[in-house]
DNA sequence: TGAGATTTGGGTAATTCGGGGC
DNA sequence: CTTGTCCGAATTACCCAAATCT
């Protein structure tokens, strides 16, 4: 399997070929948190955390958003 | 009306006399959204992301296609 | 020629979406 | 003000086997 290169029009890198970062499904963010999948939604709404859209509207959460929140 | 571009082996295909460059394959796609393999195909056939077959049958994804869609 | 990983397609269960109201 | 829940519609994940790639 070929690495993970996604380059800007600048030619940087928003994802180099050494990082493979691990997004997470609203249901996993919320069984971290004890919390309704639909509260994680609304946290990325109301601007609380941010998140990455599916081309078809889905969201999904960065592992290094999500963690320093569960540390505190 | 998106240009004919012939894929080689490697992944990689022809821009000009001296460019080439590489296509992300289903799977990195797919760990670049947090989804399953098939969904991005599915995004594909769907219309949502635009795509190139090799020869025998495979899909690829060009990375000036993805990019602009992983913004949070 | 072979082994292991990846991709593809179909079918079905689970998840996620947004709106609305409590 | 925040959260959990109900609803229908849309989207995705997991199962399998066969084909392709490394």
Redesign the pocket.
């Not at 940087?12 to 971290?32: K, S, Y």
């Not at 309704?36 to 969201?59: C, E, H, M, Y």
């Given at each position: 399997?070929?690495p993970i290169r996604v380059v800007n029009p600048d030619g940087t890198f928003i994802i180099g070929p050494e990082t493979t970062e691990r997004l997470l499904?609203?249901?996993?963010v919320?069984r971290l948190f004890?919390?309704?999948?639909?509260?994680?939604?609304?946290?990325?709404?109301?601007g609380r955390i941010p998140?990455v859209?599916?081309?078809?509207?889905?969201?999904?959460y960065r592992e290094t958003d999500i963690a320093p929140l569960l540390t505190t």
């Amino acid at each position: 399997m070929s690495p993970i290169r996604v380059v800007n029009p600048d030619g940087t890198f928003i994802i180099g070929p050494e990082t493979t970062e691990r997004l997470l499904t609203p249901g996993e963010v919320a069984r971290l948190f004890g919390v309704d999948p639909k509260t994680v939604n609304r946290w990325a709404l109301t601007g609380r955390i941010p998140s990455v859209r599916t081309p078809s509207g889905q969201r999904r959460y960065r592992e290094t958003d999500i963690a320093p929140l569960l540390t505190t």
